[in-house]
C-alpha cells in the first residue's frame, strides 16, 4: 500500500514540476563543451553560460531546463545556483544536490559530517534559505512539503508551508498524500487520521491506514481489517472484513475473515477469532495474522497490535520476537512490551542478548539490548561481537577491544582482530599484525608472535606454524607436544596424524593409540573405540587394544544395540558384541540391528528375526526388515502389511497398503487412501475411512471426512463435528484450533457513525 502512496506522491511532484515549467524560458538551450568543461548556447548558438563548469542543469534530470533565469551549476563535485542572464554564481557551489520546484524555489541538499548523511532545504531565487537544511527528506505537496528529521533520537514526520513555516510539527510517524487536498497522518501509537490542507482534521486517529480515495471513498484498515469512509470522514462500513469490493457506486461485496475455534476436547469454546492465521507462541498467548497485520493475544492482556501497518513478527523464543515495521527492525516480548525499540536497521539474536545496528551511509552504529529491554552500551560500536566469559568484542575508530556487562570498556580497543573470544579466561588477539594471548586483565600470557593461536582447555593453548602444530602449557608456555601432522583436540585427548595414519594421545600426552589407522572414532558405549584401516573395520579397547586379537578386521561395522555390532566379514553378514567376539555367525545375506531379544535377518531375500542364541523365532516370510517394539513388528507380505508379535504369530491379517507405528504405541494403518487407528495389540479401533487421521493425547483424534475435519474419540464417539476447514491441535494449551470458512455479505453504503 505504501508503495501505491509513493507513486501517487511522485506523480504530484511531477505534476508540480510541469506547471512550473510554463514559467521557465520556452527558448530551447543545449549544452556544449570546451576543454572538458560546461557551457550554455541557445538555439542559435549564441554563448548565454561560458564553458567552465563541470556540469549545468539539475542533479538529477538529463534534461536542461533554466527556471527563472535560474539553473544549477557543479564545481567542484558540488552543486550552486547560477543567474544565466548576467552569469552571476548567486550561491556558492556547497550542495550535494539542486532541483527546481518552481521559478521561485529550488530543493538542495547539504552533507552534514556529524550527521554522516543528507540533509534537504529550500533556496528562493536569490539563493537564500527558506526552509533551513535539518530535514532528512522534504516532499512537495503543492505549496506545502512533507519534512523528515531526528526528533529525540527518532525519524519524526511534519508538515511545512513553502513561505509560513511549520504547519503541523514533528511529533508523526508518517505523512502520506492521498490527493491533492488530503493526508494521511498517522502518530507515534501507530494510528492514522485524515487531514485536510485547509489545516483541519477531518478524523481523529481512529485507523492503521487509510487508502487514497476511489471516487467518495476511502478503504480504511483498524486491526488488520477493513472498512470504508467517505470524504466527510463518516464511517460507511466499520473496518471488520477482509476484502471489499464494488459493484457500483452505492453498493459492496464484502469478504469477512475466516472464524478461528479455540475448543476444548468437550466442545467447550475458550476464544473466538477472526483472523487469516492463528497460531500459538507460549501458555495463553497467541499470534493472529489479520491481513498484512500481526497482532498478539494474551490471556492476562488481551489483544496487543503491533505499532505501524504491515508489522511482520518473527518466531518467539523463550517469550521474545524480532518484529520489523516499514523497513525498520526492533523486539517485543509476549505482551507488547518493547524490548528493542523499532529504530534499526539490522538485528539478530544470540542467547539472552540482542544485536541491533542503524546504518548512518556505508557504515553500522551497533547497541546491544539484553532480554528486559536494558541497553548494555553507552555508546554505539562500529561492530559487536556476542558474548563470551562476560565480555562483549567491539570495535571501534578500527581496533578491537572488549566491553564488560555494565557497558564499560574494560580492554581498550587497540587490538587489529579477535580470532578468539575469551575462553577459559584467555583470548587470543592480533596486535600489529601478529596474534597474542591476553587474560581478562589485558596482561600479555603469550607475547606476539608470526604463528596461528587457540586456546584449547583451561591450560592448554594449540600454535601453529607453518606444517608444525605444539601444544603448550598456557602457564608457562612450556611445550607439551608437537605434530607436523593433523593434531585435534577431542574429548578424549588428541587425534593425531603422522605420516597419512590417525592416533590418539590422553590429555596427560600419552599414546593411547599409536597413529595407524586410518579414522578413530569418539568412545562408543564409554568401552572401546572403532576404527578404519584401509577398506578393514574393528574394535579397540579404550586402552588401545585390539578387542578381536588375531582378526583381520570387519569389511563394515554399524551402530551397536543392545550390546551387538552388525558386521560384514567375509561378504556375509553377522554379530559381535562389545569384546568384538563373534556371536553370531556370519551367513545371512543381511542383517538389522537387534530389538527386544530380536534381529532382523535376510536369507535368500526374504526377512526373519532370531534371538541372542542364533535360534530363529520368526520364519523368513517377509519382504522388508523390521523391527520388534511394544512385542510388535509390521511386516509385509507381498504388497500387503500386516502385524505379528515377537515370535512370528499374526496379530493382524495381511491387508493394509500401509501402516506406521506411533509414539504412543498406536499404530496408523491405511488401506488405498484411507485412514484408521490400531490399539497397542494390533487390533481396530476406527477402521479405514478417514482422508485424514491425526493421533492426540488424552485417546482423542482429528480425523477428515469429506473435506471437513473434526475431532472423535477412540470408540469413533464425536467430540467436535467434522464442520471445520482444518483442526490442529496446541498442545501448549491443551486445546484445539478449529478454523470456519468467513462468510461474503453484500451491502448498500450508508453512513453509521461519525468520529
Known amino acids: 500500500m505504501q508503495g501505491r502512496y509513493w507513486q501517487l506522491a511522485k506523480l504530484m511532484i511531477s505534476v508540480g514540476l510541469w506547471l512550473g515549467a510554463t514559467n521557465a524560458h520556452a527558448q530551447s538551450y543545449v549544452r556544449f563543451t570546451e576543454a572538458d568543461r560546461v557551457g550554455i548556447k541557445d538555439v542559435e548558438g549564441n554563448t548565454v553560460v561560458p564553458a567552465t563548469y563541470e556540469n549545468l542543469g539539475w542533479s538529477h534530470d538529463t534534461a536542461l531546463t533554466i527556471w527563472g533565469e535560474r539553473v544549477g551549476y557543479k564545481l567542484n563535485g558540488f552543486w550552486g545556483l547560477l ?236 517469550g521474545l520476537a524480532m518484529m520489523e515495521v516499514d523497513g525498520l527492525l526492533g523486539a517485543l516480548n509476549l505482551y507488547g512490551q518493547t524490548i528493542v525499540p523499532i529504530q534499526y536497521d539490522t538485528l539478530y539474536r544470540e542467547s539472552d542478548y540482542f544485536f541491533a545496528a542503524r546504518r548512518f551511509g556505508d557504515s553500522l552504529a551497533w547497541d546491544v539490548w539484553n532480554s528486559v529491554g536494558f541497553q548494555v552500551n553507552q555508546e554505539p560500536y562500529e561492530e559487536v561481537l556476542p558474548l563470551r566469559e562476560g565480555f562483549f568484542p567491539v570495535r571501534q575508530f578500527g581496533r578491537w577491544g572488549f566491553m564488560d556487562l555494565s557497558g564499560q570498556i574494560a580492554l581498550a580497543c587497540i587490538y587489529d582482530t579477535i580470532p578468539q573470544p575469551f575462553r577459559f579466561h584467555h583470548a587470543v588477539v592480533k596486535f600489529h599484525g601478529l596474534n597474542g594471548i591476553i587474560d581478562t586483565t589485558g596482561s600479555w600470557v603469550r607475547t606476539p608472535e608470526e604463528a596461528t593461536l587457540s586456546i584449547i582447555s583451561p591450560s592448554l593453548f594449540r600454535r601453529r606454524k607453518g606444517a608444525l602444530t605444539e601444544i603448550r602449557r598456557l602457564t608457562d608456555q612450556s611445550l607439551f607436544f608437537r605434530s607436523t601432522g593433523r593434531l585435534e583436540p577431542r574429548p578424549d585427548g588428541f587425534l593425531l596424524e603422522e605420516e597419512g595414519k590417525v592416533g590418539l594421545k590422553n590429555w596427560a600426552g600419552e599414546w593411547i593409540v599409536l597413529p595407524q589407522y586410518d579414522s578413530l572414532s569418539l568412545p562408543i558405549a564409554n568401552k572401546f573405540y572403532a576404527y578404519q584401516a584401509g577398506d578393514e573395520y574393528g574394535i579397540l579397547t579404550l586402552d588401545g587394544e585390539r578387542a578381536m586379537k588375531g582378526s583381520e578386521g570387519f569389511q563394515s561395522l554399524y551402530p551397536v544395540t543392545d550390546g551387538f555390532f552388525p558386521v560384514k566379514v567375509s561378504g556375509r553378514f553377522g554379530f559381535v558384541d562389545d569384546q568384538a567376539r563373534l556371536r553370531i555367525a556370519n551367513r545371512y545375506d543381511s542383517v538389522a540391528a537387534y530389538s527386544e531379544d530380536r534381529a532382523a535377518i535376510q536369507l535368500r531375500g526374504r526377512w526373519g528375526a532370531i534371538d541372542q542364541y542364533e535360534r530363529l523365532v520368526i520364519q523368513p516370510l517377509y519382504e522388508e526388515p523390521f523391527f520388534i517394539e511394544q512385542g510388535r513388528a509390521v511386516v509385509k507380505q507381498g504388497d500387503q502389511y500386516g502385524i505379528i508379535d515377537e515370535n512370528g504369530k499374526t496379530v493382524l491379517p495381511f491387508d493394509y497398503t500401509s501402516i506406521t507405528l506411533l509414539p504412543s504405541g498406536r499404530f496408523l494403518a491405511q488401506r488405498e487412501d484411507r485412514f484408521g487407528l490400531l490399539d497397542t495389540d494390533g487390533y481396530e479401533l476406527l477402521a479405514p475411512r478417514f482422508s485424514y487421521l491425526e493421533v492426540i493425547e488424552d485417546e482423542v483424534v482429528i480425523v477428515q471426512k469429506r473435506e471437513k475435519f473434526g475431532l472423535l474419540s477412540y470408540e469413533g464417539r464425536d467430540l467436535i463435528p467434522t464442520l471445520f476447514e482444518v483442526i490442529s491441535y496446541d498442545a501448549t494449551n491443551k486445546v484445539f484450533l478449529a478454523r470456519e470458512r468467513g462468510k461474503q455479505e453484500n451491502h448498500r453504503l450508508m453512513p453509521v457513525a461519525r468520529p
Not at 112 to 131: C, D, H, P, W
Not at 174 to 183: A, F, G, H, S
Not at 249 to 268: G, I
Open 83 to 318: 543567474d544565466t542572464k548576467n552569469q552571476e554564481r548567486i550561491s556558492t557551489p556547497r550542495y550535494y544536490t539542486m532541483e527546481p520546484l518552481s521559478d521561485q524555489t529550488f530543493l538542495a541538499s547539504e552533507r552534514k559530517s556529524y550527521l554522516r548523511g543528507q540533509v534537504f532545504g529550500t533556496l528562493n531565487a536569490a539563493g537564500e534559505t527558506i526552509i533551513p537544511f535539518r530535514h532528512f527528506s522534504l516532499q512537495a505537496f503543492g505549496d506545502y512539503f512533507i519534512a523528515r528529521k531526528w526528533v529525540e533520537n527518532q525519524l519524526r514526520y511534519g508538515l511545512l508551508h513553502a513561505k509560513d513555516g511549520t504547519v503541523l510539527p514533528f511529533e508523526y510517524q508518517q505523512i502520506v498524500p492521498l490527493d491533492d487536498t488530503l493526508l494521511s497522518i498517522t502518530n507515534l501509537k501507530g494510528k492514522t487520521a485524515l487531514y485536510h490542507m485547509e489545516g483541519r482534521w477531518i478524523t481523529t486517529f481512529l485507523f492503521d491506514q487509510l487508502s487514497p480515495f476511489k471516487g467518495e471513498y476511502a478503504k480504511v484498515y483498524a486491526d488488520g481489517k477493513m472498512g470504508l469512509i467517505n470524504r466527510s470522514g463518516e464511517i460507511v462500513l466499520s473496518p471488520e472484513y477482509r476484502s471489499i469490493s464494488f459493484l457500483n457506486e452505492d453498493s459492496v461485496s464484502c469478504q469477512r475473515y475466516d472464524a478461528w475455534w479455540v475448543l476444548t476436547k468437550n466442545r467447550d469454546t475458550v476464544h473466538r477469532f477472526e483472523a487469516d492465521r492463528l497460531g500459538p507462541i507460549a501458555k495463553g498467548s497467541y499470534q493472529l495474522t489479520v491481513g498484512p497485520a500481526d497482532i498478539l493475544w494474551n490471556d492476562s492482556t488481551g489483544i496487543f497490535h503491533l505499532p505501524g501497518y504491515e508489522a511482520t513478527l518473527g518466531q518467539f523464543d523463550e
